[in-house]
């Protein structure tokens, strides 16, 4: 029932958003490095950090091999410089370490548990981070979820009030169409950012409200007490 209901969802999802288009990222190490980026920050501070190493930096391993003051001076923008620096350059010195050379690419030959796994036994990497890499740079069937993601799933109620991301992740990863999780992801987080917005959720406006747990039980409990009103 439940893979049903999210099928539901993404029904309503492609009608209200379309179809996108998607390009996929080559560069796996810079989407890494850009979803570190991303971290409790906008989408507009966080690639703006991201143009600034590209100009600053002819290649990945030019930062790698920089010091840590030149790559926070780079990412102030996107905020926690002093937590993210340190982050982006151990991961990619991890990597220089395990495989010889800066490169992701051996991961689209992996399994998606093995390349899960080893992305995450790099310290300072989560689980949305080596999810993004391996759906946006290898096509990887895996749905990353981020706060919107979480947020819009638990309103509706496909997933429990106990679960946390990473065990969010691994459900909707089984439950959601392979062949089009990209664009699902994107149109989650869509809805999560214009209309299921985390104080002020645009209900009314929802083409999703008749599958919601959230709007059916905040409305259901407004009818009672407005019968309650009346008696």
């Known amino acids: 029932m439940r893979t049903e209901n999210v099928l539901a969802v993404r029904a309503l999802l492609l009608k209200r958003?379309?179809?996108?288009?998607?390009?996929?990222?080559?560069?796996?190490?810079g989407e890494l490095v850009k979803t570190i980026l991303?971290?409790?920050?906008?989408?507009?501070?966080?690639?703006?950090?991201?143009?600034?190493?590209?100009?600053?930096?002819?290649?990945w391993e030019s930062l790698r091999r920089s010091g840590l003051p030149s790559i926070r001076r780079e990412i102030k923008i996107a905020g926690l410089s002093n937590i993210k620096a340190p982050r982006i350059k151990g991961a990619l010195n991890e990597i220089e370490e395990r495989r010889g050379s800066l490169d992701l690419g051996f991961l689209e030959g992996m399994s998606l548990r093995d390349g899960y796994s080893f992305l995450r036994s790099i310290k300072?990497?989560?689980?949305?981070?080596?999810?993004?890499?391996?759906l946006f740079s290898f096509g990887k069937p895996i749905m990353p979820v981020d706060t919107h993601i979480f947020r819009v799933m638990k309103r509706l109620g496909l997933i429990g009030p106990k679960m946390n991301?990473?065990?969010?992740?691994?459900?909707?990863?089984?439950?959601?169409?392979?062949?089009?999780?990209?664009?699902?992801?994107?149109?989650?987080?869509?809805?999560?950012?214009?209309?299921?917005?985390?104080?002020?959720?645009?209900c009314q406006s929802c083409n999703l409200k008749a599958l919601c747990k959230y709007y059916g039980d905040k409305h259901g409990r407004r009818r009672v007490k407005d019968r309650k009103k009346r008696i």
Do not use: W
């Not at 920050?41 to 703006?48: A, E, G, P, Q």
């Not at 300072?124 to 391996?134: E, H, N, Q």
């Not at 969010?168 to 869509?190: C, D, G, K, N």
């Open 124 to 134: 300072g990497i989560g689980p949305k981070t080596a999810a993004i890499v391996l």
């Open 17 to 29: 958003f379309g179809r996108l288009r998607f390009r996929t990222e080559k560069d796996a190490v």
């Open 165 to 202: 991301r990473e065990q969010a992740q691994e459900y909707l990863t089984s439950v959601s169409p392979e062949h089009a999780i990209r664009e699902f992801h994107v149109h989650l987080i869509m809805l999560g950012r214009q209309v299921c917005a985390a104080r002020e959720p645009k």
């Open 38 to 59: 991303s971290q409790n920050t906008s989408d507009i501070t966080s690639l703006r950090a991201f143009a600034n190493l590209k100009r600053r930096f002819k290649d």
